[in-house]
């Protein structure tokens, strides 16, 4: 409860991209999930933003599933294309040849600036990739 207080409201710039919005949204203190999870569906919800808090770090800080993919993944199903999020984790191991948290990290020490950094590419990166099978940045037009 403690990151709510500390954590800054981002209000989206014109013209800006999901991916830019997932940097500056972990820049602001959001996990790897909320960040693309906001980002790249374009809600804003406290009690969205609070699931997905529990998917940080590799769900739960175990250092699994990269939480950033776990965003897409949620995003995609939002939208209803969850039938793509196996393209998404395909395109996120292609590029950076796993999906786990823990072998992301592997040359960082744990919260450290470099790892960190790390995290802030694989998001964006990540972020990218959604919107890439979203077919559009949001906010998305009305079905």
Same mark, same amino acid.
């Given at each position: 409860?403690?990151? !709510?207080?500390? %954590?800054?409201?981002?209000?989206?710039? @014109?013209?800006? !991209?999901?991916?830019?919005?997932?940097?500056?949204?972990?820049?602001?203190?959001?996990?790897? /999930?909320?960040?693309?999870?906001?980002? /790249?569906?374009?809600?804003?919800?406290?009690?969205?933003? *609070?699931?997905?808090?529990?998917?940080?770090?590799?769900?739960?800080?175990?250092?699994?599933?990269?939480?950033? $993919? @776990?965003?897409? $993944?949620?995003?995609?199903?939002?939208?209803?294309?969850?039938k793509e999020s196996g393209k998404l984790v395909a395109a996120f191991k292609e590029r950076n040849r796993t999906t786990c948290c823990k072998g992301l990290s592997?040359?960082? /020490?744990?919260?450290?600036?470099?790892?960190?950094?790390?995290? %802030?590419?694989? /998001?964006? *990166?990540?972020?990218?990739? @959604?919107?890439?099978?979203?077919?559009?940045?949001?906010?998305? *037009?009305?079905?």
């Amino acid at each position: 409860m403690l990151r !709510k207080f500390w %954590r800054k409201k981002i209000s989206p710039h @014109t013209g800006e !991209k999901a991916s830019e919005r997932a940097g500056r949204l972990f820049d602001a203190g959001y996990n790897c /999930t909320q960040s693309v999870l906001q980002a /790249t569906s374009g809600i804003d919800d406290p009690a969205m933003m *609070e699931m997905a808090d529990a998917f940080g770090g590799g769900i739960g800080n175990s250092r699994c599933l990269c939480g950033a $993919v @776990t965003g897409g $993944v949620m995003a995609l199903g939002l939208r209803g294309k969850g039938k793509e999020s196996g393209k998404l984790v395909a395109a996120f191991k292609e590029r950076n040849r796993t999906t786990c948290c823990k072998g992301l990290s592997a040359p960082y /020490t744990w919260n450290s600036k470099e790892h960190l950094a790390n995290c %802030r590419r694989l /998001t964006v *990166e990540a972020a990218a990739m @959604t919107i890439e099978l979203l077919g559009e940045e949001p906010p998305f *037009e009305k079905n």
